[in-house]
């Protein structure tokens, strides 16, 4: 790692990588904590020795969604052991890195990676039937426009904790339904059920919404409707 500074001298890193299942992460905290806290440690040394600028994506998850609609400024209170990692590496970057950018998504979803959405849309193009919940809430976030978003901020030289998440708070069933609608798929084969019915070994917030007030003040987020409106032209130009 240490080369790969010396060889390029950064004047900006982003901080992206981790090990990011919910439930593997309680079963396997110590590869968690060492992807997600000593890596990210080892990280932010090398970008201070080089005085670069630590631009660090966390998550919703470092709350405990009982709230929901967050601030950047409210109490952050994880559940559960991904949501503690990630907390634990977001004080590493703040108080390691002079110059930091922490910025929170909400459901990151995309063309090139296996995600809730890509989930959702080969299932339905499968006919398979699938369980999804009705009382968690997310701000779901197109990738692409969570870059825009990141770009306005280094493009302004904003510093500190940013929600940089979907335009919209919306409950996993109801985003289903309209995954569906937007790529003409048959929403009847998605169930709805409680969180309560999910054999999910971690805890999970039920409402980690995010408000995105301060963020808007340099790139509006997307709605949802507008993201995947977007994601629907992005996989139909990577055919």
């Known amino acids: 790692m240490i080369s790969v500074f010396e060889k390029t001298i950064p004047d900006i890193v982003v901080v992206s990588a981790a090990f990011t299942n919910v439930d593997d992460c309680e079963t396997h905290k110590k590869k968690a904590f060492d992807i997600n806290v000593v890596g990210v440690k080892l990280v932010c040394e090398q970008i201070q020795k080089f005085n670069a600028r630590c631009v660090y994506v966390s998550t919703d998850y470092v709350f405990n969604g009982e709230k929901g609609n967050y601030l950047e400024i409210d109490k952050v209170d994880p559940i559960d052991y991904y949501g503690v990692t990630k907390l634990k590496a977001e004080k590493i970057v703040s108080s390691t890195c002079l110059d930091y950018l922490i910025m929170r998504p909400s459901v990151i979803f995309g063309t090139e990676k296996q995600n809730f959405v890509t ?108 993201s995947l409106n977007l994601l629907y032209i992005e996989m139909e130009d990577a055919l």
Not at 146 to 165: I, K, M, P, Y
Not at 195 to 213: G, I, Q, T, Y
């Open 119 to 226: 989930w959702i849309i080969d299932s339905l193009k499968e006919k398979k039937n699938i369980n999804i919940v009705t009382d968690q809430y997310v701000s779901p976030t197109l990738n692409t426009d969570f870059a825009r978003q990141l770009e306005s901020l280094l493009d302004t030289n904003q510093q500190g904790v940013f929600h940089c998440s979907g335009g919209e708070r919306i409950s996993r069933f109801d985003f289903a339904c309209l995954i569906a609608d937007v790529f003409s798929l048959d929403k009847n084969l998605i169930n709805p059920v409680k969180m309560v019915d999910m054999n999910w070994f971690a805890k999970r917030p039920m409402d980690s919404s995010l408000d995105v007030s301060k963020v808007s003040a340099f790139q509006k987020p997307l709605s949802i409707k507008e």
